[in-house]
């Protein structure tokens, strides 16, 4: 498997702030994370596939200058909400892939925007 | 358009017995199955998959049955224990993990 983690577990944020929301794999080096939203009752909906040294690649309607990720290390991937509203309140999920088909995900952040 | 589907929002069981949870598919470019447990504010955690060349696959109390014609995958627990309560959510993938598409999911609840 891997240790995927995410910081912070929840947060409140007013609208029209920008919030930054943090990925590590602990156990090994990733050069592919992806970052997932789920809506209460949903299913998770892939936002982006994050490439280390590259550009993120985003699925067709999430916006990339809304959503901006960083993958700066083999062990970070950041996304930062900017200019949030509250229907960006949701609940965000990263996962990493050892390059075989199963992902492993973090604990996921709880994103409120008042 | 929802490729993967779930279609028991909610399923509950006597601890001890079988729980049976279904899973279909649209896209026959599908190659590799996967389930995922998730409990509330966690990330999911993998449980089980299967490859489109097998029609099933076993792991302890889970077991993953595929019928490719029928583009349907199942996941068997037994014996269904309390701690076994939780969503489940299958997934597909084509060529690779960077796709991988999510069903609705199920909750299952165990009854002690």
């Known amino acids: 498997g891997a240790v995927v983690s995410q910081h912070p577990s929840w947060v409140i944020c007013k609208s029209g702030t920008s919030v930054k929301i943090e990925c590590r794999s602990l156990?090994?080096?990733?050069?592919?994370m992806f970052w997932y939203r789920q809506f209460p009752k949903q299913s998770l909906m892939l936002m982006a596939t994050s490439n280390e040294g590259s550009k993120a690649t985003y699925e067709q309607g999430v916006e990339k200058d809304k959503f901006l990720i960083n993958h700066a290390s083999l062990t970070l991937s950041t996304l930062t909400v900017t200019s949030a509203h509250p229907e960006d309140s949701s609940f965000y999920i990263c996962s990493v892939s050892r390059g075989t088909y199963e992902q492993y995900f973090g604990p996921g952040t709880r994103l409120t925007v008042t | 358009d929802q490729q993967v589907k779930q279609n028991s929002p909610s399923l509950s069981v006597q601890e001890g017995r079988i729980s049976i949870l279904n899973c279909d598919y649209t896209n026959s470019m599908f190659d590799y199955f996967l389930w995922y447990k998730k409990y509330p504010a966690e990330g999911p955690t993998f449980l089980i998959s299967i490859s489109s060349i097998k029609d099933k696959n076993e792991d302890g109390r889970f077991t993953v049955f595929l019928n490719k014609s029928a583009k349907h995958l199942s996941l068997h627990i037994v014996p269904s224990q309390p701690g076994d309560s939780a969503v489940y959510f299958c997934a597909a993938s084509k060529g690779g993990a960077n796709n991988l598409f999510f069903g609705t999911g199920t909750r299952l609840t165990v009854i002690p």
């Open positions: 156990d090994f080096q990733a050069t592919t």
